[in-house]
């Protein structure tokens, strides 16, 4: 994990208006607003390097209601396209979603096919390495 943040803390694009992390406070908020719990590694994922912009992929965000990339917001979006009501989404990929199980496996939804696909990711953070860093 520590691996995985120091290198995108390294590949942190500079942008005209840096995003913020969020604190414990505004995590409950967004929690009570989806209505489900964060898994734990999407928790610290939030807490520690959802400022970070890098490449094409957008993570989910908590500390800007007004960002596009706020989880509430992907959230209603990705549930509404059909993505299980359990997984709460990671990010938004075109119109497909990496989404969150409750025991923390990042599990790739396809649009297309309106299904899971047979690949998955241990956690948030081989998420990162695997896909994120790699876009």
């Given at each position: 994990?520590?691996?995985?943040?120091?290198?995108?803390?390294?590949?942190?694009?500079?942008?005209?208006?840096?995003?913020?992390?969020?604190?414990?406070?505004?995590?409950?908020?967004?929690?009570?607003?989806?209505?489900?719990?964060?898994?734990?590694?999407?928790?610290?994922?939030?807490?520690?390097?959802?400022?970070?912009?890098?490449?094409?992929?957008?993570?989910?965000?908590?500390?800007?209601?007004?960002?596009?990339?706020?989880?509430?917001e992907v959230a209603a979006n990705a549930w509404d396209a059909g993505v299980p009501r359990h997984l709460v989404p990671l990010c938004q990929d075109g119109s497909d979603y990496y989404a969150v199980d409750p025991e923390g496996e990042v599990f790739l939804w396809e649009s297309?096919?309106?299904?899971?696909?047979?690949?998955?990711?241990?956690?948030?953070?081989?998420?990162?390495?695997?896909?994120?860093?790699?876009?």
């Open positions: 994990m520590e691996d995985v943040i120091d290198e995108l803390r390294e590949r942190n694009e500079p942008v005209p208006v840096p995003l913020e992390l969020p604190d414990d406070d505004l995590l409950v908020e967004v929690e009570e607003q989806i209505l489900i719990g964060l898994p734990f590694d999407l928790r610290q994922f939030l807490l520690q390097v959802s400022d970070v912009v890098y490449g094409r992929l957008e993570p989910v965000t908590a500390a800007d209601p007004q960002s596009h990339t706020y989880l509430p297309d096919s309106g299904e899971l696909s047979e690949e998955s990711w241990e956690s948030v953070w081989h998420w990162a390495r695997d896909v994120w860093l790699e876009s």
